[in-house]
């Protein structure tokens, strides 16, 4: 099935949304930058060519984020409540070009895109209502005539850097709460990605003032203008942890406050008494949902030597069975990986694995076809002197790993530097207690793997980032404290200066 996007989508107004480009306070307007190829990843050709934004455009659209900040933090909870309803309302009946566009620009199959625009929806949706509840506390005062309170403040001005895997999702997780609280916004695409985001701008400009969010698109040399402007005030960024702990290192020369999603390297623990075929199958969905590329996909398994060989055996059984392809074809349960190189990184952390005398069971090796196919792969004789063990590969590869009792279980898991999440299978409450109560991790999934809870944080620990999404947590990561004490009255205190 063939599609073209975006040259025969038209929305609203009639006018092709191959001719709107950067959204900045309130207008949208060509980038003035070099021209950029989006790569689409099925096909490994050219599917629009884009100018970046220029430095003069970024700084222009921080600015004009700048200057509404005042407005829209002024405006009542009800007033900013509505305009993100209206928000999710288009998202719900724009659902078929998002996920085509979506489609085209991650090579994720279309199903799957299109429950991914009902959850973006959702997400504007519960922060239009948890906004509404809860703006700070009232604190008991020091003395009679005195009141003493919490206020939760927008940060003001939020820069929103959003990674190619859940180019709409993502965004979502960060605009939506952020324009909740106050905030204003410009936000920058992976340059692989940009097609949704064109989408959705049409919505933002449709229901929020000049200048509330705004968006730019380009690579590196974009990113970081918007990262140091003076005038951001908070960094949100989801992506590898390297290129986390950059805008980490940026943002602290200057006290820039920052909301980071880093890399993960995330263990499943299957336990003896667990079913282990039916864990393979849960096991292998975590491992090659999305080609791999999700930050809490299941990078390294650990199995009980008990039950090692059938689970082993039920792994490499399923996964020879899926079906990689098309991911306009509604059969395809893979699709491609979204860039040449992040290929390239999967195949370089297979090669040094077997060089060191880990076995590829099945999978591992590019498609013969168009496009960054991976056949998705099992992995023995691993260990964690390797890459494939150690760092985050990113990609559909799933090493897997005997132990012999539950404390040399725990210390695999633990031996890593990131601390995203953790899956077990188990049916021992003493087992997934001990999880949630040793292993530094932001989440601790039991039978039923990277599953997200729109009511509950997403975030990581250590190496994995600083921040939560989802949940009330998530509507309180873009915002500040700050504490009023006021003495209704001007009464002397006795341990003020006197005149003597």
Known sequence: MSVAWPRQVRIFGGESLSDR?????????????????????????????????????????????????????????????????????DIESLRGELAVALTHETGRAL??????????????????????????????ANDPGQLSFVQKVPYGVVAALVPFNYPLLLLTFKVAPALAVGNTIVVKPSPETPLSLQILAEVFARHLPPGVVNTVRGGASVGETLVSHPDVDLVAFTG?????????????????????????????????????????????????????????????????????????DAAVRITEKLR????????????????????????????????????????GEPL??????????????????????????????????????????FALAADTRYGLGVSLYTQTSRLVERAYRELRVGTVWVNDPVVDNLAAPLGGMRA?????????????????????????????????FREE
């Open 21 to 89: 480009h950067l959204l900045i306070d309130g207008s949208f307007v060509d980038g003035e930058g070099p021209s950029r190829d989006v790569i689409e990843p099925s096909t490994g050709d050219v599917h629009v060519s884009w100018p970046d934004s220029s430095p003069a455009q970024v700084s222009a659209a921080v600015e004009a984020a700048a200057r509404a900040f005042p407005g829209w933090r002024d405006c009542t909870q009800d007033e900013r409540s509505a305009a993100l309803r209206s928000i999710a309302d």
């Open 111 to 140: 199903s799957r895109n299109g429950l991914y625009v009902d959850m973006a929806a959702a997400v504007f949706r519960q922060y239009a209502e948890l906004a509404r509840v809860d703006s700070g506390r009232v604190t008991p």
């Open 240 to 312: 590898s942890t390297a290129v986390g702990s950059e805008i980490a290192a940026a943002c602290a020369v200057n006290g820039k406050a920052t909301h980071l999603e880093l890399g993960g390297k995330d263990p499943a623990l299957v336990f003896a008494d667990t079913d282990p075929e039916l864990a393979a199958q849960a096991v292998v969905w975590a491992a090659f949902l999305n080609a791999g590329q999700v930050c809490t996909s299941t990078e390294r398994v650990y199995v009980h030597a008990s039950v090692y060989e059938r689970f082993v």
């Open 324 to 363: 990689v392809g098309d991911p306009f074809d509604a059969a395809t349960q893979v699709g491609p990986m979204r860039t040449e190189a992040g290929r390239e990184k999967v195949l370089a952390h297979l090669r040094s694995a077997t060089e060191a005398g880990a076995e590829i069971l099945v999978g």
């Open 368 to 409: 013969d076809r168009p496009g960054f196919f991976l056949a998705p792969a099992i992995v023995t004789g691993v260990d964690h002197s390797m890459d494939l063990m150690r760092e985050e590969t990113f990609g559909p590869v799933m090493p897997v790993m005997p132990f012999d009792d539950e404390d040399e279980a």
């Open 464 to 496: 994995s980032g600083n921040a939560s999404e989802l949940g009330p947590e998530g509507l309180d990561s873009f915002t500040r404290p700050r504490r009023v004490h006021w003495n209704l009255d001007l009464v002397r205190k006795d341990w003020w």
